[in-house]
């Protein structure tokens, strides 16, 4: 059986279906359309053999529907209070998920923020964060609360640095346009600016990343930086007195940036 393989299908503007698979079998996650996930399965010859869910927004869930009328012997896994129809088994923090097809194993992470659901999957130095961690950004904060998302990044922080960080939508430019605001001195962050103009130019995605590159760039995991912290503090016209009141103030700056 040939080695994994792990393959962004895109769809609908700028999201990204990652797809795992060996020759034979293969696994999806945030299947938010099933008709590019049942294209690629044809054109590779793959079966189909389970799902990954990080949260219940519509553009990760909405194929999920499809693909189990056509595949119905799937797993669907996902977050336990995301209230996701079809799902086959639900998960909590410290869960661990076991995909023999693929000789995979994932240990669950809660990392409320952008939704109070949403989980992660981290295992074989592989994280799938859905809309949590984006590279250079983080995900709006639909339901949580600053607090819980910062918290949620740091949990994400911890983990290895050569840890590869798959993300589920394609904003790494539009976040490095506003990272430039923020931290204008970083050259690390420019350099990589350059080369995701360079892949999109290309027509390839900027994604996965990593850890140790996120913690050089994303500005909302730098919040503690002295010049993203003036740059906030003279956006927002007062001090900031602390970490979290950073983070809130550049979230709500980006949202209408």
């Known amino acids: 059986m040939s080695a994994l393989q792990i393959f962004p299908i895109p769809a609908f503007e700028d999201n990204y279906i990652w797809c795992l698979h060996n020759d034979l079998y293969c696994w999806v996650v945030d299947p938010g359309d099933a008709a590019p996930v049942e294209a690629?399965?044809?054109?590779?010859?793959?079966?189909?053999?389970?799902?990954?869910v990080t949260h219940h927004h519509w553009d990760h869930t909405n194929g999920i529907a499809s693909l189990v009328e056509?595949?119905?012997?799937?797993?669907?896994?996902?977050?336990?209070?995301g209230n996701i129809k079809h799902l086959t088994q639900d998960y909590v923090d410290g869960d661990r998920i076991e995909i023999p097809t693929l000789s995979l194993t994932f240990d669950v992470l809660e990392v409320p923020g952008h939704t109070l659901d949403?989980?992660?999957?981290?295992?074989?130095?592989?994280?799938?964060?859905?809309?949590t961690l984006?590279?250079?950004?983080?995900?709006?904060?639909?339901?949580?609360?600053?607090?819980?998302?910062?918290?949620?990044?740091?949990?994400?922080?911890?983990?290895?640095?050569?840890?590869?960080v798959y993300c589920t939508h394609?904003?790494?430019?539009?976040?490095?346009?506003?990272?430039?605001?923020?931290?204008?001195?970083?050259?690390?962050?420019?350099?990589?600016?350059?080369?995701?103009?360079?892949?999109?130019?290309?027509?390839?995605?900027?994604?996965?990343?990593?850890?140790?590159?996120?913690k050089a760039i994303n500005p909302f995991l730098r919040a503690q930086q002295d010049e993203i912290k003036h740059n906030a503090e003279h956006h927002v016209g007062r001090q900031l007195p602390n970490e979290e009141a950073v983070f809130t103030a550049i979230r709500k700056w980006k949202d209408n940036f």
């Open 118 to 131: 949403h989980i992660a999957f981290y295992g074989d130095s592989r994280l799938f964060c859905g809309d």
């Open 40 to 52: 690629f399965c044809k054109r590779n010859q793959l079966k189909l053999n389970g799902i990954l």
């Open 170 to 214: 394609e904003y790494t430019l539009a976040n490095l346009r506003f990272a430039a605001q923020l931290e204008p001195s970083n050259n690390i962050m420019k350099e990589y600016w350059a080369w995701a103009k360079q892949q999109r130019e290309k027509g390839l995605p900027t994604l996965p990343t990593t850890i140790e590159q996120q």
């Open 70 to 81: 056509h595949h119905p012997d799937i797993r669907v896994l996902g977050p336990r209070y």
């Open 134 to 164: 984006f590279s250079a950004g983080c995900g709006r904060l639909f339901e949580g609360t600053p607090a819980q998302m910062l918290d949620s990044l740091k949990k994400i922080m911890q983990l290895p640095e050569q840890t590869v």
